[in-house]
């Protein structure tokens, strides 16, 4: 069983900052793929960011140059740095980690980005 809780959401300004953080507890291990997801109202989810191990990481095209994910494994917890934040970010942002056996969800985080 997997539990993963979010956490760094909220209203920020076009061009602010936020820093979203997953806490995952369970059957977490350092491989094990985790991410973000995000969906806006009225669209699909959509991948923001995954990484794998420690450091290999893909990044939607969409956020590429202004997200970074990272993880500490000593903590169990998988962050998403989001810079340079635009109106079309707005979003509930999930945490997903991916294990052999079945892919788990947080509940959601909610950023909105506006003026």
């Known amino acids: 069983q997997v539990q993963l809780v979010e956490s760094g959401g909220g209203l920020v300004q076009p061009g602010g900052s936020l820093r979203l953080s997953c806490a995952a507890s369970?059957?977490?291990?350092?491989?094990?793929?985790m991410g973000w997801y995000r969906q806006a109202p009225g669209k699909q989810r959509e991948l923001v960011a995954r990484?794998?191990?420690?450091?290999?990481?893909n990044v939607a095209a969409s956020v590429k140059g202004r997200f970074t994910i990272s993880r500490d494994n000593a903590k169990n917890t998988v962050y998403l740095q989001m810079n340079n934040l635009k109106l079309e970010d707005s979003a509930v942002y999930f945490c997903?980690?991916?294990?052999?056996?079945?892919?788990?969800w947080g509940q959601g985080t909610q950023v909105t980005v506006s003026s």
């Open positions: 997903y980690a991916a294990t052999s056996s079945l892919n788990y």
């Open positions: 369970g059957s977490i291990f350092s491989g094990t793929v």
């Open positions: 990484i794998f191990g420690t450091d290999s990481t």
